[in-house]
Each structure stands twice: as structure tokens, then as C-alpha cells.
């Protein structure tokens, strides 16, 4: 019986301590990084945060207004394409004005790096890449979470000189 209650106990703390390991930041990183669908951005949108940490919140927040940006991908209507883009917009530069970051700068760098030049969203790239190679190489982010930014933002340039650059700040990165 003691070493049922022994067990019982161990399992708990070991099943608190793993939840506890998955912040609200981690799984709305996670959920990012598999959007797949019009239902994956509706989990981010819809997900209630359970912490209260200031900053956590503010990068929640640009992943929520990215992912509002991405919304513009599934809908059919080029007015709401361009209503979900512009909300997502606004709400990821309210994050910016919020708290600086090095995660929502990325964001925005890959919004702006992704979405077409019409919608005139690219003022601030040349800005953002000289943030990122400033910050990234010295924040607190997992490197393998950094790594797989810099992936993703080298995935969806176009430029020879925006490549370039961030192939600089992958290897700072990564040193």
C-alpha cells in the first residue's frame, strides 16, 4: 500500500511539473509553427491565456495578430482578406509600440517578407533585420526555437540582399 501511495505521488508531481513546463508562450509558438489550416489559426485566436506575465502577453499577442495576418489566406472575399490583414496588422504593431521584441519583430519581419508589395507592409524590414541582428544572437529564446525562425524567415525571402542578411544573423545566432 505505501508503495502504491509512493507511486501515486511521484506521478502527480512528474504530471504537475510537465504541465507546468508547457507556458502559454510555448504552446502558442508550437501552434504557429503548424498552421496548416483556417482551424489552426482559429485555435491561436480563440486560446485563452492562463498566465499573467507581462511580457509572455505581449508576445502572445503578436502571435495572435500574425495569426490574423495568415487569416487572410483562407478566406475567399478579397475584402476579407484585407480586413483580417489589416486587423492582424494594426493588433501586431500595437504589440511592437507595447513591448519591443525580438519574438514580434520576427513576426512582423515575416509578415512583411511574406505578404504581397501591394499591400505596402514593408517600411520597416530593413529596420527589423538590423533589430534581429542586434538581439537575436544575445536573447533568451531556446536556440533551437531561434533556429527555426531564421528557417522561416530565409523561407520566405525573396531578396538577395534580405537573404544575405539574415544569414548573417543565422550564423551570429548560432555562434
Do not use: W
Not at 88 to 117: D, F, H, M, S, W
Amino acid at each position: 500500500m505505501r508503495y502504491f501511495v509512493v507511486i501515486c505521488v511521484l506521478m502527480f508531481v512528474t504530471l504537475g511539473a510537465t504541465a507546468q513546463d508547457n507556458s502559454d508562450l510555448e504552446i502558442i509558438r508550437a501552434a504557429f509553427q503548424n498552421i496548416r489550416s483556417e482551424g489552426d489559426i482559429e485555435k491561436i485566436l480563440s486560446y485563452e491565456v492562463q498566465e499573467d506575465k507581462a511580457e509572455e502577453l505581449n508576445i502572445i499577442m503578436a502571435y495572435k495578430a500574425a495569426g490574423e495576418c495568415m487569416m487572410a489566406e483562407y478566406v475567399f472575399s478579397p475584402i476579407s482578406k484585407l480586413k483580417y490583414f489589416n486587423r492582424g496588422k494594426k493588433n501586431l504593431e500595437a504589440a511592437i509600440t507595447e513591448g519591443k521584441q525580438v519574438e514580434n519583430i520576427y513576426l512582423r519581419l515575416l509578415i512583411q517578407l511574406n505578404v504581397p508589395k501591394m499591400l505596402n507592409y514593408n517600411d520597416e524590414v530593413a529596420g527589423d533585420l538590423e533589430f534581429l541582428r542586434d538581439r537575436l544572437p544575445s536573447s533568451s529564446i531556446d536556440p533551437d526555437y531561434k533556429r527555426l525562425m531564421m528557417e522561416n524567415l530565409l523561407q520566405v525571402t525573396k531578396k538577395k540582399e534580405h537573404r544575405e542578411a539574415l544569414l548573417q544573423i543565422q550564423q551570429a545566432a548560432s555562434s
